[in-house]
């Protein structure tokens, strides 16, 4: 049974760093094509970024130069490190895997950039 559970959200003011985790069971993080996405309130849910199995990343343009997604095998996590936050990052961030064509979420985290 593949789990996908976040954390390391919460509040942060204008400009802050936060970084989230996803840890994964029931699957490998190296072998699948891993991704964040996010839930604005009163917004559909948008992808952020990816990383596939041969490390290539991909980023939404609006997050680009700020977020970085990356994973560390041996713990069988996935990170995303997000600098200079606005306020229109604020939102739930989602976990996502694609494990043999199906896609897994997370429950999902909240990140309050506020001051």
């Known amino acids: 049974q593949v789990q996908l559970v976040e954390s390391g959200g919460g509040l942060v003011q204008p400009g802050g760093s936060l970084r989230l985790s996803c840890a994964a069971s029931g699957m490998i993080v190296g072998f699948n094509f891993m991704g964040w996405y996010r839930q604005a309130p009163g917004k559909e849910r948008e992808f952020v970024t990816s990383?596939?199995?041969?490390?290539?990343?991909n980023y939404v343009d609006s997050v680009k130069s700020r977020f970085t997604i990356s994973r560390d095998n041996a713990k069988n996590t996935v990170y995303l490190q997000m600098n200079t936050l606005k306020p229109e990052d604020t939102a739930v961030y989602y976990c996502?895997?694609?494990?043999?064509?199906?896609?897994?979420w997370g429950k999902g985290i909240l990140v309050t950039v506020s001051s």
């Open positions: 990383i596939t199995t041969s490390g290539t990343t």
């Open positions: 996502n895997a694609l494990v043999l064509g199906k896609n897994y």
